[in-house]
């Protein structure tokens, strides 16, 4: 609370500044969540270290952190569900495996709908992922109030 009274200038950074290297085998072009986890499991799977993340802002920076900060697997798409599970189960195990605390919690969502259309595609995902047992409810207009 008290870094953001001080428009968080208090913060001790978590990374280096080191001198570019010659050459890298990889270059990833934003730090945010994507380019990150694509560093990550460059170097914890494949064993890669020659790895330069190029960011303009801060690391982490994006929708991860910023915007929606949604961790979801709620997708219709075949192959989707699975994979999106996948990733939130290595979301879940993140912050033991690095020990650092990337303020990970999970909450729910609430999708209202405008039209009998939208009613009808949102029926068809919740029913989905209540079928595929993502965790999903579909709530009527009492339950809302």
Same mark, same amino acid.
């Given at each position: 609370?008290? &870094?953001?009274? *001080?428009?968080?200038?208090? /913060?001790?950074?978590? /990374?280096?500044?080191?001198?570019? *290297?010659? +050459?890298?085998? #990889?270059?990833?072009?934003?730090?945010?969540?994507?380019?990150?986890?694509?560093?990550? #499991?460059? =170097? *914890?799977? @494949?064993?890669?270290?020659?790895? =330069?993340?190029?960011e303009k802002g /801060?690391?982490?920076? $994006?929708?991860?952190?910023?915007?929606? %900060?949604?961790?979801?697997?709620?997708?219709?798409? =075949?192959?989707? &569900?699975? @994979?999106?599970e996948f990733s939130? *189960?290595? /979301?879940?195990?993140? &912050? !033991?495996?690095?020990? @650092?605390?990337?303020?990970?919690? !999970?909450?729910?969502?609430?999708?209202l709908y405008h %039209?009998? +259309? !939208?009613?009808?595609? @949102?029926?068809?995902?919740?029913? =989905?992922?209540?079928?595929?047992? +993502? $965790?999903?409810?579909?709530?009527?207009? &009492?339950?809302?109030?």
């Open positions: 609370f008290a &870094e953001a009274l *001080k428009g968080h200038t208090g /913060w001790r950074p978590l /990374w280096r500044n080191p001198e570019p *290297k010659p +050459a890298y085998d #990889y270059v990833i072009v934003g730090g945010g969540g994507h380019g990150l986890a694509t560093a990550y #499991y460059l =170097a *914890k799977s @494949f064993g890669r270290s020659r790895i =330069a993340v190029l /801060w690391l982490g920076s $994006g929708n991860v952190g910023r915007n929606t %900060t949604i961790i979801r697997s709620n997708y219709l798409l =075949a192959g989707n &569900e699975p @994979f999106y939130m *189960k290595l /979301w879940e195990g993140l &912050e !033991q495996e690095l020990n @650092f605390n990337a303020m990970v919690s !999970q909450r729910g969502i609430i999708n %039209t009998d +259309a !939208q009613r009808d595609a @949102f029926r068809r995902r919740g029913n =989905a992922m209540m079928l595929a047992g +993502a $965790g999903a409810r579909l709530l009527g207009r &009492e339950e809302l109030r």
